[in-house]
């Protein structure tokens, strides 16, 4: 006898599940615990299915009935019901997959085929400059367009190198959804056609080193501000990029631990770089300290604390010590990597003390406090080094001049 409403909402569990059926299939299963659930019994090339309907009483009689019969419409069409179910399931999962969850998944899918320098690089571009704009959006839905946007923003920083690496990233990312069948195309190709134009690589002029003590002693003779004199030496000491030094703050300095943690949202490569400090730079820190300790900036302006030293401020200096087209306060981090490089150090350490960690020719790439041991060893020898050849050339003692 097909099934009433009543002989379903008075059915009292037993010890045991047992069912009350109704017409073509269709049953409710009884529980022990007292729930009751709609099936739907079928056959299906030759073997028993069963589909699993809902519970009573949110599904009412009447719509367990509509959906038997729906159903019932597939397998006269040779559809198992039970397939179309999980693939409409797995079409809506599809629609709503995110870029953060795809990109995530093919980071761990790849990664492990990596050296750990290149899974770290990749981990940074999602983290810096990719998730954050792509990682909420449904991606099926993103279009070229966007990802053309993205880049632009990139190398508008002059970030050239990330900008070519996320692309290929990108690319990588959809043609995994591509073989996964998440997405139906890959709006990431081709996008090196649009790209824009990396300039020519500029050699910032530098004196070499045997050149460096006189350097420092005419620009020591010359009527530039106290700060400037700091500046140039920190540059010199740390191999820093000028506006890095700038911009710096009290709070990036641990002067206990001699190091200086700049971080990710001030650097080129959008990561913490972290700096071992000499003894000789501790010492001028502490000199500075004294002029600029009580403001956030380090190399705080003369005419507004609150706002960093010029940029032009170093080399207009360099240019009345009569360094024009010589030296710049950029030229200070090739004179360190040539110096550095040719006394035979690891050039993974120069690259990464110069945080170099977007250049596509750097054989590897370290998390921030890899290496940071040799590191320090190295900067400390370089900075003993200037000591000795300034003290050699009759010059005030670096550490202690001001």
């Known amino acids: 006898m097909p099934l009433t409403d009543t002989t379903i909402r008075t059915a009292k569990p037993k010890e045991k599940l047992y069912r009350l059926t109704d017409a073509n299939?269709?049953?409710?299963?009884?529980?022990?615990?007292?729930?009751?659930l709609w099936r739907y019994r079928y056959r299906f090339n030759g073997k028993a299915r069963m589909l699993a309907l809902g519970a009573y009483p949110n599904i009412t009689l009447l719509k367990a009935r509509q959906q038997r019969d729906a159903a019932r419409q597939l397998l006269n069409d040779g559809i198992d019901p039970s397939e179309q179910r999980q693939a409409v399931k797995i079409a809506q999962k599809m629609e709503g997959l995110t870029f953060e969850v795809l990109a995530k998944e093919w980071f761990d899918y790849k990664s492990p085929r990596w050296a750990v320098p290149t899974a770290n690089k990749a981990a940074a571009y999602l983290a810096s400059d990719i998730l954050p704009a792509l990682g909420k959006r449904p991606v099926k839905a993103i279009t070229r367009p966007e990802l053309v946007d993205l880049l632009r923003k990139i190398e508008g920083r002059k970030a050239f190198n990330v900008a070519k690496k996320t692309r290929q990233w990108l690319s990588q990312i959809f043609r995994y959804g591509l073989a996964k069948g998440v997405v139906e195309g890959n709006p990431a190709t081709d996008l090196d056609v649009v790209a824009a134009h990396a300039p020519r690589t500029v050699h910032h002029p530098h004196v070499t080193f045997a050149e460096l003590p006189e350097l420092l002693e005419k620009l020591e003779a010359s009527k530039c501000h106290v700060l400037t004199h700091y500046a140039v030496r920190m540059l010199v000491l740390t191999g820093v990029r000028p506006g890095e030094m700038r911009n710096a703050q009290w709070s990036e300095f641990d002067l206990a631990a001699a190091t200086w943690t700049i971080p990710a949202e001030r650097m080129k490569a959008r990561r913490m770089h972290l700096v071992?400090?000499?003894?000789?730079?501790?010492?001028?820190?502490?000199?500075?300290?004294?002029?600029?300790?009580?403001?956030?900036?380090?190399?705080?302006?003369?005419?507004?604390?609150?706002r960093p030293m010029s940029?032009?401020?170093?080399?207009?200096?360099?240019?009345?010590?009569?360094?024009e087209g010589r030296q710049t306060g950029h030229g200070f981090r090739h004179?360190?990597?040539?110096?550095?490089?040719?006394?035979?150090?690891?050039?993974?350490?120069?690259?990464?003390?110069?945080a170099h960690g977007d250049s596509d020719d750097m054989r590897a790439t370290y998390n921030h406090a890899a290496y940071?041991?040799?590191?320090?060893?190295?900067?400390?020898?370089?900075?003993?080094?200037i000591e000795s050849t300034c003290?050699?050339?009759?010059?005030?003692?670096?550490?202690?001049?001001g």
């Open 25 to 36: 299939g269709l049953c409710v299963e009884v529980n022990p615990s007292g729930s009751k």
């Open 276 to 306: 071992p400090l000499p003894d000789q730079a501790l010492i001028i820190l502490s000199q500075i300290q004294e002029i600029t300790g009580r403001y956030s900036l380090v190399f705080a302006g003369a005419n507004n604390p609150e």
């Open 311 to 323: 940029e032009n401020t170093v080399n207009k200096a360099l240019k009345l010590a009569g360094y």
């Open 335 to 354: 004179l360190l990597s040539t110096e550095l490089n040719g006394r035979g150090y690891n050039k993974d350490w120069v690259e990464r003390q110069l």
């Open 372 to 385: 940071l041991d040799q590191h320090r060893k190295m900067m400390q020898a370089w900075a003993d080094s």
């Open 391 to 401: 003290s050699d050339a009759n010059l005030a003692n670096l550490k202690h001049s």
